[in-house]
């Protein structure tokens, strides 16, 4: 069984830094592309940032230059640097994974964390 994690979600001023972290466990064998994906209230999810395992990263237009995703293949954590917030920023941030175990890959998901910027 794989689980993934979130933690680092809070509450900030538009302006401020949040970091968030998205740790996976259990049988691991590997872990290809890794992303963040946000849902704000009333609208469809939408991806955020991806990065595969050897580093490329993609970003969606509304986040580049103020986010930035990176991962540690070691400790299976993923982080996602959150500068210059905006409350248009706000939503709840899901990891996601492709976590390849003994019995093949399947995508997987994290509970959701809330970030909240107020104006």
């Known amino acids: 069984q794989v689980q993934l994690v979130e933690s680092g979600g809070g509450s900030v001023q538009a302006g401020g830094s949040l970091r968030l972290s998205c740790a996976a466990s259990?049988?691991?064998?590997?872990?290809?592309?890794m992303g963040w994906y946000r849902q704000a209230p009333g609208k469809q999810r939408e991806l955020v940032a991806t990065i595969t395992s050897g580093g490329s990263t993609n970003y969606a237009d509304s986040v580049k230059g103020r986010f930035t995703i990176s991962r540690d293949n070691a400790k299976n954590t993923m982080y996602l640097q959150m500068n210059s917030l905006k409350p248009e920023d706000t939503a709840i941030y899901y990891c996601t994974a492709f976590v390849v175990t003994v019995r093949g890959g399947s995508d997987y998901w994290g509970q959701g964390t809330q970030i909240t910027v107020s104006s």
């Open positions: 259990g049988s691991i064998f590997r872990i290809n592309l």
